[in-house]
């Protein structure tokens, strides 16, 4: 760059300031019409839903406060369980995917079999619901009687593991190919091998293309976990299904469904300030 | 004297901690050409950029036609629709035919009938020789070629003033008089044109004016042949010296 640098001496005119200043009235306008078209719609909604002809039975099966209390501690400690299972599986689909990845992004005759097999992995599980999945892994696989017994979390979790791989895979590839072609050449150029150039130049920037997506899978599984409860595993909702069951107050579901959108909600926000900031710096150079 | 057709009066901008135009003074009359000359990072884009509202100013005024279009309650919209624009890469729209490419804002913007815009644009695109290319995507011409269909998506809707940035710089040498031609044309036909380049010798033939920038400030300004040959400034010999080997 030149040698410029800023005018120190510089101060803005009675123009500038007059124009930043309306931009400021402006910005603080619309500030106020957005609370307040915000408060009118919320107190609309409220009204309406609490006119309706079931509400006082809707609160009371759904909204009773004591019942809330109480079951916030079971729930909970069955929370501890989901997060558990979402760790382990975490670690598992990020190595198993890619995996996969990486071996249906294999060139040469020689790796079709291998290539073959990640494909049909990949579009198995991306078909067939979880839900399947779980039943079949968790009730079928013990029955076979070659493993030792072991609990229902456990096979929950071989199940999200194997679903998760599957679209994981699938979006660490795309990210694969849409590293330009020339940065492919350009590596091979330098004499790294095949091996060499997807771990240290596409995988990289591969992998930097689909944060977004990849955090949006995260935050899906985040809630996912909660269907190991089919299995019989004590989780959350399996804790609320428990007490439900106890009461015929559904009030635990309710807090069994707060309790997983809190634990969603701050990886939801991160996902959207990172997209912001890759967006940023993809269109650098540009305001509009 | 009519009113300019684009004038900046004490234009400022600041990146950073960095100025990149400090207190442009600029005028541009009807049918005129200014050809911007310059270093790399002597502000010519990014001047273009603010008259066309893409960049916002830290300071002074642009006019578009005697209407001040820097005030905040201006439509940047509305004024960006007067003014043709033609970038360094083109940006043509690699999902759409030659033909929509060139129709977008006609049809789309100025309300122009589908069919008329199309039967217009066909015309203008056979006269410079593209017209077996309008149903061909932007991928299947040369450089050169979706280069001047940008300046004919510019000019379909007779903008006021066209401002061309660098639109030569990422073309082969064999493909910039082709463009250079339609600009000349352009010129003939009495379009107003404001136009950063580095092209000296096309800067020289087809300026009305050129205006030497330097670290954000006009240095010097006047018709070619003063300019180039009997220059008034230091830094505009230097600068010439350099880029004339």
Redesign the interface.
């Known amino acids: 760059?030149?040698?410029?640098?800023?005018?120190a001496e510089?101060q803005?005119?009675e123009?500038?300031l007059s124009?930043r200043a309306?931009?400021r009235r402006?910005t603080t306008r619309s500030v106020l019409i957005a609370l307040g078209s915000s408060v009118a719609l919320a107190v609309v909604l409220i009204v309406v839903v609490v006119n309706t002809p079931g509400w006082a039975i809707v609160s009371q099966t759904f909204f009773d406060p004591q019942v809330a209390l109480e079951s916030i501690g079971p729930i909970f400690q069955g929370l501890l369980v989901n997060l558990l299972v979402l760790a382990i599986a975490v670690v598992c689909v990020a190595i198993l995917g890619t995996l996969l990845a990486t071996m249906r992004s294999l060139r040469g005759p020689v790796f079709f079999p291998l290539r073959a097999l990640a494909a049909a992995y990949t579009d198995f599980f991306r078909g067939i619901p979880l839900l399947i999945v779980l039943y079949l892994v968790g009730f079928g696989i013990p029955a076979l009687g070659i493993f030792p017994r072991m609990p229902p979390m456990f096979w929950g979790t071989i199940a999200l593991v194997l679903t998760y791989s599957a679209y994981v895979a699938e979006v660490l590839r795309a990210g694969m190919e849409a590293v330009h072609p020339s940065q492919r050449i350009a590596a091979r150029s330098l004499g790294l091998t095949h091996g060499q150039t997807l771990r240290i130049v596409v995988i990289p920037q591969g992998v930097r293309k689909v944060v977004p997506a990849l955090m949006n899978d995260f935050v899906s599984m985040q809630k996912d976990v909660g269907l190991i409860s089919v299995l019989g595993a004590v989780d959350a909702v399996r804790a609320a299904q428990l007490m439900v069951a106890e009461t015929y107050n559904f009030t635990p579901y309710v807090v069994a469904g707060l309790m997983f959108i809190v634990l969603s909600w701050p990886m939801i926000r991160l996902t959207d300030v990172v997209t912001a900031r890759l967006n940023k710096r993809e269109q650098a150079g540009?305001?509009? | 004297m009519s009113v300019p057709v684009i004038e900046a009066r004490?234009v400022?901008k600041?990146f950073g901690?960095?100025?990149?135009l400090?207190g442009i003074d600029l005028s541009v009359g009807t049918h005129e050409v200014v050809v911007l000359i310059g270093?790399s990072?002597?502000g010519k884009s990014t001047l273009l950029k603010t008259m066309n509202l893409?960049?916002?100013i830290?300071?002074?005024?642009i006019f578009l036609s005697g209407e001040d279009i820097?005030?905040?309650?201006v439509d940047a919209d509305a004024v960006r629709a007067r003014i043709g624009v033609v970038f360094q890469h083109f940006n043509l729209f690699p999902h759409l035919t030659v033909l929509d490419n060139v129709t977008l804002a006609a049809v789309r913007v100025h309300g122009m009938r589908k069919t008329e815009a199309r039967t217009k644009a066909r015309a203008l695109l056979d006269t410079l020789g593209l017209g077996a290319k309008a149903d061909e995507y932007p991928d299947r011409l040369s450089g050169g070629q979706q280069q001047r269909v940008a300046i004919v998506r510019a000019v379909l809707t007779q903008p006021e003033v066209l401002l061309l940035d660098e639109i030569t710089s990422a073309l082969d040498p064999q493909l910039v008089g082709e463009v250079l031609d339609l600009v000349r044309e352009l010129k003939h036909q009495g379009a107003t044109i404001v136009m950063a380049t580095h092209e000296m010798s096309f800067a020289r033939e087809v300026a009305d004016r050129i205006v030497f920038l330097e670290?954000?400030v006009v240095v010097e300004q006047g018709p070619p042949s003063q300019v180039f040959d009997a220059p008034q400034q230091a830094a505009t010999a230097e600068f010439l010296a350099r880029v004339q080997h």
């Not at chain 1, 760059?1 to 005018?7: K, R």
């Not at chain 2, 830290?58 to 005024?61: A, C, L, N, V």
């Not at chain 2, 820097?70 to 309650?73: E, I």
């Open positions: 760059m030149t040698s410029t640098s800023v005018d510089w803005p005119s123009l500038e124009r309306l931009r402006a540009g305001v509009v | 004490g400022r600041r901690d960095h100025d990149v400090r270093a990072g002597s893409i960049e916002g830290d300071d002074g005024q820097t005030d905040p309650r670290h954000g």
